[in-house]
């Protein structure tokens, strides 16, 4: 014989099961998640990290490129964008070891980004050491901060 019993929300409710739940549904709705693909696929679009941060003499852009090698990476700027191009590539040296799971992602990126009118692209410099892509925009001398104050009524 069945009995039933009462459903308590507080203790039954369970949030991280039901977004779990969520994803699930939404990700088969668009299509399987990365790590449900075939497993011969090792290789998936990927994006690095950047930061662009301004001090009073440049623009400082730094990109997370962490297993590429230098000659891997280019770094161009035209018609006003400066832009990152790469890959990483997966190492297949790993004939006598199975891989239980692989989650990094490894192919081809590129990202673009337009550049501040206050920069000059004359004197870019980058440098590219431990993984991490440094790119040195100087702004122009002849753009100056004003600090203009405003009265309001």
Not at 61 to 83: C, F, H, I, R
Not at 99 to 108: I, K
């Amino acid at each position: 014989m069945n009995s039933l019993s009462k459903w308590d929300p507080l203790k039954d409710w369970d949030p991280v099961r039901e977004l779990d739940e969520f994803q699930n549904r939404l990700t088969s709705y668009f299509g399987r998640h990365p790590s449900q693909r075939d497993p011969g696929l090792l290789s998936a679009d990927w994006s690095p990290s950047v930061d662009i941060i301004e001090d009073e003499k440049e623009f400082l852009v730094k990109a997370e490129l962490p297993e590429v090698k230098k000659e891997d990476v280019q770094v161009t700027l035209e018609n006003g964008y400066l832009t990152i191009t790469g890959e990483r590539k997966f190492e297949n040296e790993h004939k006598t070891k199975r891989f239980h799971r692989s989650e990094r992602a490894y192919g081809s990126f590129a990202r673009s980004f337009s550049l501040p009118d206050a920069a000059n692209p004359e004197k870019v410099r980058a440098e590219f050491k431990d993984g991490l892509l440094q790119i040195h925009l100087p702004k122009s001398e002849h753009v100056q901060r004003k600090h203009i104050e405003i009265k309001v009524e």
